[in-house]
Structures are given as C-alpha cells and as structure tokens.
C-alpha cells in the first residue's frame, strides 16, 4: 500500500509498568488500524498484548520487584524516581539503541519517530549527547506521552507531591515557594544521580532541573491524555505541550470471560425501581501497592452492614486473594483481577487509591470518585479530582472506615459529583484523543 509506506515508522517505549505502558498500547492499536508499524518496547507482561495489537514486541529486560521492595517506610516520588526510574535508564537506553539501530536496518529510506512514555528511561541520554544509534545523523522526532498529572515547576501551583489544594492566595504562593526551596537538596541529589547515569552512557552535557521539566521537556510534542478541566491552571505551559484529553474506552476482549458471579451485577442493574437496586461501589488499590489493609479491607469493613450497597473489590492481580482471617461480608464480592472497564458503567460510586489511570477511567466511564492514597503522585491526582468537582478526597494512605462511609454517602448524596462526572466525560470525549494524537505524528512527518 503506498499510502502505508509513507507513514513514518513508530518506535514506541515505556516503563515497566501497567499505568506507564496501557494508555500508548491503545493508541498503539488505533495507528495500527490507521496504517502505521510499530516497534513497541516493554516488559514481557506486556508481550502477549502487544502483539496481539500487531506491534512488533521487543522486550525492556529491567527488573525493579526488588528495589521497590527494599523502599524504606515513608519512602516518596522522589525516591522511586532516583532509585527505580534512574535504575532503569541503562537498560532502557540500551534496548532503545539496539530497536533503533534494528528499525533503520529493516527500514532503511523510512522517516522513524520515537514514542516515548515520559518515565521510560531509554530516551535521556540521547537527548543529553550520547552517541546516536548507527544509521542515524540526528535523533529522530520525539512525541513524550506523560502518564500522571503535570509536574513541571510552576510557581503559581502547588509543589509536586504534597497534594496540597490549588489555592493561590498570596499566603499560600509564598508557603508554596518556601516548600519548594526545601525541596531543592533532594532535587538536587535526584538529578545528580541522573547525570552520572547519563555520563556513564555517553551524554556531553548536563541536566539542569528542575526534574520534571527535564522530563517533560524530551519531546517535539509532549503528550498528556487529560483536559484542561482536570488540571491546575499552567502558567507557562510548555509551547510543546498538548493535552488531548482521555483515550476512549475500550470495548472488553472478544475473548473476555466474566467472572463465575457476574449475574449478581447484571440481575441488579436489571431491577426496575431505584428503591430495590443496590448502588454498586467499586473499589481497588491499583496494581503495585497492593497493601490491602490500607483501603480495600477498610472499605469492605466500612460498608458491610449496608443493605443497600453491593461493593465490588478487585485487589489488581490474578490469583490475589484476601488474608484467611478476613471474612468478606455479604455485601461485598472481591475479585482477583477486573478489568475496570467491566465494572465501571454498573458503579455508582469508584474508591481508589487515586492511581492516574484509574482516575482518568473513572472519568471516561462518568463514575465520581471517593479518592484516597497519597504515595508518588497519588495526592496530587486526588487533589486535581477534588478541584475539578468529581472526587472526595481523603488524604490518607490508609483512611478511616468512617471517613471512608462519608465519603461515599457524599457522593451518592449530593447529585453534583455525577454530573460533573458525566459533564467531564462529555468533554473528554469530545476531544478525540486518539485522532488527535495521530495528527501530532502527522503534523512531525518530514516532506520531501
Ligand atoms: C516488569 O514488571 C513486573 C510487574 O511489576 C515485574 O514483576 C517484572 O519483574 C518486571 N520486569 C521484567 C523484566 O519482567
Ligand atoms: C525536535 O526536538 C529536538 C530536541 O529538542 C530539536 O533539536 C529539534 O529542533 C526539534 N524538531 C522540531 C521539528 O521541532
């Protein structure tokens, strides 16, 4: 087809994990469907699904199960980003470099663009002066698809990690300032680590941070698939950046098979009257932290004498399952794995852990939220949800059966989270994310 041959080839990368790697695996099957070819590197959880979207699959070998493991209590986004994200890069950037090199030789008159997941590691160093990969006179165009809220430095917002409400009285710019000046030490220590990393493999010029504008500084187009409704006002946002606003839903597998107590779930939402219906609350920990004392067991506690509640619980990895010692109530049914996306459209009410692409598909499903977690970017996602009218937030990694029973009598109480729920679906929707996306890789398509 030569309209296929024209298109650029993409090299897609991302970070060993289910919020880093999911969102460009959908977009990935959408230009697939448009005609592209795609590299795509990734951990070998990923494999299967990858090719299954007719991707070549090439595997990121990095393992980081140990290194979270060894996190001392308390550690924050700081240290997982010098400990496992900098531990990362060599690898990453290796296995870029040998997809790179591979692509010109399999493609060798084709224009290549990188896809790059903001925390993926491999990309940095060549940005920073390492030696390109063989075949290449200059770094192919990069699109940076960022995975969390924005990061960037910012002096009219809050600073990253705290989850501090966006309020900017003149009281809390300057208290915001002062925080961020403490914070400059650790910065500084983050990054350099990251530049004796880069160094090592090759890079001539040093990171100036802060962080997280280096990091959302890498591409031609830096990506994030959110509107502005659901973040902070950007003072000086970035020109490269754009926000496309959520990827679509997804139907479930055609092989999907629901698991054994399903009928429970539809012969509900069959009830005719509203009065005989149980409202159906969802709720999980995501798929790393998978503590579940802190808000799946508390939760389940919380709501067990409500008849008219059936709480849905997925602990986010198959064959998981809860400590013998705990009875789950009769209310409650828990699951080992779920896709969200099954259970989501029955869900009148999503408590999560305020995992950002959890968030953003309890956005995309209409379903407002009671948001707890304040680990990584946790607070900050929960904050954002809170500010934009479609979340309570509970501040506490590990919050209270009670606080936690408030919080979803709010939201099923005051019909506002709903319908700013669905008004922000309305317009996530309308955005288009994965045509606007493609129009990003068309707009970097060097003519002849
Ligand atoms: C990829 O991530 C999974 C899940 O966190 C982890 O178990 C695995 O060790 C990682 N790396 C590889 C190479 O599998
Ligand atoms: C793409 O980004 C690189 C690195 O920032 C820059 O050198 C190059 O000029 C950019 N190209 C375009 C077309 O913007």
């Known amino acids: 087809m030569a309209i296929k041959s024209n298109k650029p080839i993409l ?26 070819q795609i590299y795509f590197v990734a951990g070998p959880t990923f494999k299967a699904s990858i090719e299954a979207l007719g991707a070549v699959y090439i595997e990121n070998p990095f393992v980081w199960d140990d290194i979270y493991a060894s996190a001392p209590a308390g550690a924050d986004a700081t240290w997982d980003i010098k400990h496992i994200f900098g531990a990362s890069v060599p690898t990453a950037h290796r296995v870029l470099k040998e997809t790179l090199e591979r692509v010109r030789r399999e493609h060798p008159t084709r224009q290549v663009i990188i896809v790059h997941e903001a925390l993926s590691g491999g990309l940095g160093p060549f940005v920073y002066g390492a030696p390109l990969p063989k075949g290449y006179d200059s770094l192919p165009k990069v699109i940076n698809f960022h995975t969390t809220i924005y990061a960037a430095a910012d002096e009219n917002l809050p600073p990253f990690g705290l989850g501090l409400p966006y309020d900017p ?61 659901l973040e902070y006002p950007i003072s000086h946002p970035d020109p490269t950046l754009r926000l496309i606003g959520g990827l679509p839903l997804k139907p479930l597998p055609a092989d999907y098979a629901h698991p054994a107590w399903w009928p429970t779930i539809t012969a509900n939402a069959a009830l005719p009257s ?142 506002g989270y709903k319908k700013r729920a669905v008004e922000l679906r309305a317009e996530n929707e309308g955005m288009e994310a994965l045509v606007r996306f493609e129009r990003i890789v068309e707009e970097l398509v060097e003519r002849e």
């Open 169 to 229: 009285t003149p009281e809390n710019l300057a208290l915001w300032q002062g925080i961020s000046q403490q914070m400059v030490p650790v910065m500084t220590d983050v990054l350099g680590h990251y530049n004796d990393i880069y160094a090592s493999l090759g890079a001539t010029r040093p990171l100036v941070g802060p962080f997280f504008d280096i990091i959302l500084g890498f591409g031609n187009a830096t990506v994030m698939a959110t509107t502005p409704s």
């Open 11 to 36: 090299v897609v990368t991302a970070f060993n994990a289910s919020g880093h790697t999911a969102g460009l695996m959908q977009i990935s099957e959408y230009l697939i469907k448009r005609g592209f």
């Open 274 to 415: 509203s009065s005989e219906k149980k409202k159906l609350v969802f709720v999980t920990q995501g798929t790393i932290h998978r503590d579940y004392t802190e808000i799946i067991m508390p939760t389940l506690t919380a709501l067990s004498e409500r008849s008219d509640l059936l709480v849905v619980a997925t602990l986010g990895a198959r064959g998981a399952t809860l400590p013998d010692t705990f009875p789950v109530p009769s209310n409650a049914i828990v699951a080992d794995y779920l896709p969200y996306d099954a259970i989501l459209p029955h869900a009148e009410v999503f408590v999560s852990n305020a995992g950002y692409g959890g968030f953003m598909q309890g956005v995309m499903n209409g379903v407002p939220m009671v948001l707890a977690g304040t680990m990584a970017d946790k607070a900050e996602v929960a904050a954002r949800a809170e500010w934009a009218g479609v979340a309570v937030n509970l501040r506490a990694q590990r919050p209270e059966g009670v606080a936690i029973m408030a919080g979803v009598d709010k939201v099923l109480g005051d019909g």
